[in-house]
């Protein structure tokens, strides 16, 4: 009996499984109409209680023939259906663990990808560099991301540093050197006002995601370059706790809790001299009613800085249980925090399903290798269906993966971590 076509497609397979004459969108249904193959990866309302179960492989093929249709797109001439792409390619990375399929196809996404941040605009641009983020996540720490890094790391760099392209780009796009963030974010300590037109606001959101960036940056670098670091800021951002801006008021007091956390780990008896004027900012925020502000940014200021003050005068942290499936994992320090919020910012919706899944976050949060239950466990817990269907995911990712291993000539070699 014939196999029936896939529901939605009107595309030939070539050899190889491989689309043949993907026909782009117009400008007109580019976004809609590819999205929409994509909108369903995450939600959990699109598994049912009493659906019936899902074919792993068969949605997993049908997953991958997507796939190779918006990688084809993001050569589209048309700026709008690579947008599409690349948005639709980025919803299924965080969402799902494409390790075989992406290490097949990974010189081709990353030639996409450094096509689309040289030639884009500032939303395709960040769309790309979004991507960017996510191939380095599914490959996870080996040599593989290593070849990705130095092949758009130059790229990244040059929009960040290059002062007239859009600050929209350059904020997508801070991931590079530390000395590089450096430069952008030290110029929100300087308290002159922007005199050349720009608006000051709008360089304040890239100061902020600079600053991040290399918190995080700084959380991996040895002890001897964490000292060298705090002395020479640890001064200079309390200056940020008084700017207009409540994102960068709290990018900076969790900066300094971190800072201040990272210095005691490298130094028992760190001393801070300014600690009174510092707790006395501190505590003037934690307590801020100033009328003139919204109650909701009031509330979220205070939340943050009663944090803040409490780990900067008593060396505590208020810990955090996360859960995923059956599992849970603890934030207890501001570095650990620190990372978990990047990453979350990174996969969004799809946070969960790489804590189980992904063996590289696994790995950065020392999870150990990823909890395999039969379909007899998993029924007999108390976890939704969707979770379910998660780890079936997992499971089949895993088995695939070991028997492409058995096939490549690479088995012997073993993983690069």
């Known amino acids: 009996m014939p196999k029936p076509k896939k529901r939605g497609s009107n595309h030939q397979r070539g050899a190889g499984g491989q689309p043949r004459n993907v026909q782009p969108f117009s400008d007109e249904d580019a976004s809609i109409e590819t999205m929409s193959h994509c909108s369903g990866f995450s939600d959990p309302a699109s598994f049912t209680e009493d659906g019936p179960e899902v074919d792993e492989e068969a949605t997993q093929e049908d997953l991958e023939y997507k796939l190779k249709g918006f990688i084809d797109l993001t050569l589209d001439k048309s700026a709008k259906t690579r947008q599409a792409a ?168 969790e900066t300094l809790a971190l800072l201040f956390e990272l210095a005691r780990e490298t130094d028992a008896d760190f001393f801070y001299e300014d600690m009174e004027l510092l707790t006395e900012k501190l505590r003037a925020l934690a307590t801020d009613g100033n009328k003139h502000r919204a109650k909701v940014d009031k509330r979220k200021q205070r939340s943050v800085f009663r944090d803040v003050l409490r780990a900067v005068e008593e060396r505590d942290f208020p810990t955090e249980m996360v859960k995923f499936g059956p599992e849970r994992m603890y934030i207890d320090c501001w570095v650990k925090k620190q990372t978990y919020d990047t990453f979350k910012e990174i996969l969004g919706s799809g946070m969960q399903y790489h804590l189980q899944s992904n063996d590289f976050l696994r790995n950065v949060f020392e999870l150990g290798p990823p909890v395999m239950l039969d379909a007899a466990t998993l029924k007999t817990m108390k976890i939704s269906r969707f979770e379910r269907h998660l780890y079936n995911s997992a499971a089949f990712k895993a088995r695939t993966k070991a028997r492409s291993k058995c096939r490549d000539k690479r088995a012997d070699v073993g993983e690069f971590f």
């Open 86 to 253: 690349l948005e639709s390619l980025k919803s299924a990375f965080s969402s799902k663990i494409l390790y075989e399929f992406i290490m097949e196809r990974r010189m081709t996404l990353t030639d996409s990808i450094e096509r689309c941040i040289k030639k884009g605009k500032s939303d395709e641009q960040c769309a790309a560099a979004g991507l960017a983020c996510l191939l380095c996540v599914q490959m996870g720490s080996g040599i593989e991301s290593e070849e990705i890094f130095k092949t758009l790391g130059p790229v990244l760099k040059k929009i960040v540093c290059d002062g007239t392209a859009s600050v929209q780009a350059r904020q997508a796009e801070l991931y590079s050197t530390m000395e590089c963030l450096e430069n952008i974010f030290t110029k929100a300590y300087q308290r002159d006002r922007d005199t050349n037109g720009v608006s000051s606001t709008h360089n304040t959101v890239l100061h902020i995601s600079a600053l991040l960036a290399w918190t995080l940056l700084l959380t991996i670098c040895p002890m001897n370059e964490v000292k060298k670091k705090i002395e020479m800021h640890l001064h200079k951002l309390p200056s940020l706790l008084s700017c207009d801006d409540l994102n960068m008021r709290i990018a900076a007091g």
